[in-house]
């Protein structure tokens, strides 16, 4: 049995990146491709619960490194529990936000660097490197313009426009890094327009 493939999706806050996965899960649908999708963090039970940790506006004093381990630990448990086995059984896998995440939020903009995350998520990058990356490539100053401003509950969103701004400049260093593998997708013009850049990039690397 061949592996699938492993699709991930990335971007900053505000960029269209639900909506977009959603209009692929229409096309797949309608070409009649099996698909799997799920989230970072997030998407077993204990990554659900290590996400509501991280994401908890109570928890302020959490420290970057241990959030860099919650999301690391999440990512494992996504990884050995369910991803494993639907790649080994050869299904399309994708996730909304995977270790580029880490290094564009944590390594990048909380300043912890990229060796470090690179460390902690070892597990991951040597088994699960993604097949491609579709970074939704958008200015934090026009995401935030687009999602009309921050969820005060939320404990990242309260980090502010400069926070965002550095995780913009950490993808794209990353896209620069890992040029086969992330593609950019300009994605300030209509939905449409991005989804048809979107399919286009994944059927250029046979992915669909
Ligand atoms: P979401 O809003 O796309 O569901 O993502 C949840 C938040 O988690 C988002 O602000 C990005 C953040 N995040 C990290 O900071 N590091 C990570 O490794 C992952 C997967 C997400």
């Known amino acids: 049995m061949m592996r699938g493939k492993f699709i991930t999706f990335e971007g900053c806050e505000g960029v269209g990146k639900s909506r977009q996965i959603k209009l ?23 990554s659900e619960k290590i996400r509501n940790i991280i994401l908890d506006g109570a ?16 990512r494992v448990q996504l990884l050995k529990e369910t991803l494993k086995g639907r790649l080994d059984a050869g299904e399309l896998v994708i996730c909304d936000r995977f ?8 390594g ?5 660097g990229y060796a470090f995350i690179e ?19 958008l200015s934090p100053e ?12 939320d404990r990242l969103e309260l980090s502010g426009l400069e926070f ?19 593609v950019a997708i300009d994605s ?8 048809a850049k979107i399919i286009a990039a994944l059927k250029e690397r046979g992915i669909i």
Not at 108 to 112: D, V
Not at 164 to 182: M, N, P, Q, S
């Open 119 to 137: 460390k902690i998520n070892d597990y991951a990058i040597r088994n699960f490197t993604p097949d491609c990356t579709l970074f939704l490539d």
């Open 59 to 74: 928890n302020v004093a959490m420290s970057d490194e241990c959030e860099a381990l919650l999301y690391a630990a999440a």
């Open 108 to 112: 990048k903009a909380r300043g912890l």
């Open 99 to 106: 270790v580029d995440s880490s290094f564009a939020y944590q």
């Open 164 to 182: 965002h701004k550095r995780v913009y400049e950490g993808y794209k260093e990353l896209a620069e890094k890992y040029k086969d593998r992330i």
């Open 188 to 195: 300030s013009g209509t939905k449409e327009q991005t989804h």
């Open 142 to 153: 026009q995401a935030f313009m687009r999602k009309g401003g921050a969820d005060k509950t």
């Open 24 to 46: 692929l899960e229409e096309y797949l649908v309608k070409e009649g491709i099996k698909y799997y999708l799920t989230r970072e963090p997030g998407g077993t039970t204990i």
